[in-house]
């Protein structure tokens, strides 16, 4: 088992940034790959950004690409996302999630461990 917990959401004004944290421990040498993942109410949850544990390679959703950066310190098994010119669509609950199968996977489907959540809002 994994266990992951999320730190960092908040309040920001349009224009903002905001760093996410997610610290996982258990049998964390299992994971493959990290990723964030964002729920709007009413929506589906969606692909954010991804990472992979050994090499580090990143992976982005379009909507976010050049103002988010996910990346990963291995040594505190902890993933981060920065995020950079926050808008107003960028709120919602954002979750970290981890993957023993696959790597830097968009699906949802394909991480078995979840975070609770962290809500992010951004004001305009």
């Known amino acids: 088992q994994v266990q992951l917990v999320e730190s960092g959401g908040g309040l920001v004004q349009a224009g903002g940034s905001l760093r996410l944290s997610c610290a996982a421990s258990?049998?964390?040498?299992?994971?493959?790959?990290m990723g964030w993942f964002r729920q709007a109410p009413g929506a589906e949850r969606e692909f954010v950004a991804a990472?992979?544990?050994?090499?580090?390679?990143?992976s982005y959703a379009d909507s976010v690409k050049g103002r988010f950066t996910i990346s990963r310190d291995n040594a505190k098994n902890t993933v981060y996302l920065q995020m950079n010119s926050l808008k107003s669509g960028d709120t919602a609950v954002y979750y970290c999630?981890?993957?023993?199968?696959?790597?830097?996977?968009?699906?949802?489907?394909?991480?078995?461990?979840w975070g609770q959540g962290t809500q992010v809002t951004v004001s305009s």
């Open positions: 999630a981890a993957s023993s199968t696959g790597l830097n996977s968009r699906r949802v489907g394909e991480y078995l461990y």
């Open positions: 990472i992979s544990r050994s090499a580090g390679v990143a």
């Open positions: 258990g049998r964390t040498f299992s994971i493959l790959s």
